[in-house]
C-alpha cells in the first residue's frame, strides 16, 4: 500500500513538473516574440521603450538611427564590414526591427564600400571595384505601399 502512495505521488510530481516548464516555456516565448500591436499609421514608427512598444515619429531617414531619450540620433556605432542597413519594417503582420544585412559579393575583385554619415545624412553603402557587365546595385530602398526593398543587383 505504502509502494502505491509512492508512485501516486512521484506521478503527481512528474506531471507538476512537466506543466510548470511548458507553462514557463510558453509565457517567456510569447515574451520574447512579442511585437507592436500593429503596423504605424503613415509618419509613425514603433520603438521599445522600457520594455513597451512606443509609438513615435519616423527617423529623419533610412540610415541607423536609435531612439534615445526620446528623439532619434545618429547610431555611432561603425557599421560592419560588408554590410548594409536595412530599416524596420513590416513583413506579412510581423515588424522586424532594423539589422544590419550582409551584401551579396558581385564576383571577384568588386569591393563592398560601407555606408556612411556625410552632413547628418546617410549615404548608403555600394560596390567599388570591377563589377559584372550588364549589372548594377540598387541599395535598399522604400517602394510602393511603404514596403522595404533591400539591396539587389539588377
Same mark, same amino acid.
Given at each position: 500500500m505504502k509502494?502505491?502512495?509512492m508512485k501516486k505521488g512521484c506521478t503527481k510530481g !512528474?506531471?507538476?513538473t512537466a506543466f510548470l516548464c511548458?507553462? /514557463?516555456l510558453i509565457f517567456f516565448s510569447g515574451y520574447a516574440l512579442a511585437g507592436p500591436p500593429k503596423p504605424p499609421p503613415h509618419g509613425k514608427v514603433w520603438v521599445e521603450v522600457g520594455g513597451r +512598444?512606443? /509609438?513615435?515619429?519616423? #527617423? &529623419?531617414? !533610412?540610415? #541607423?538611427?536609435? =531612439?534615445v531619450n526620446g528623439r532619434w540620433v545618429i547610431d555611432p556605432t561603425p557599421p560592419p564590414p560588408g554590410c548594409e542597413w536595412v530599416p524596420g519594417h513590416w513583413v506579412a503582420g510581423h515588424w522586424v526591427a532594423g539589422y544590419w544585412k550582409p551584401v551579396p559579393l558581385p564576383g $571577384?575583385?568588386?569591393? +563592398? !564600400? &560601407?555606408?556612411? =554619415?556625410?552632413?547628418?545624412r546617410w549615404i548608403p553603402g555600394r560596390w567599388g571595384g570591377p563589377l559584372p $557587365?550588364?549589372?548594377h546595385w540598387v541599395p535598399g530602398h522604400w517602394g510602393p505601399g511603404r514596403h +522595404?526593398? $533591400?539591396g539587389h543587383w539588377k
Open positions: 509502494g502505491e502512495c !512528474v506531471i507538476f511548458v507553462s /514557463l +512598444w512606443t /509609438l513615435v515619429i519616423a #527617423p &529623419p531617414g !533610412v540610415g #541607423p538611427y536609435i =531612439w $571577384p575583385g568588386a569591393k +563592398w !564600400v &560601407p555606408g556612411y =554619415w556625410e552632413h547628418g $557587365p550588364g549589372r +522595404w526593398v $533591400p
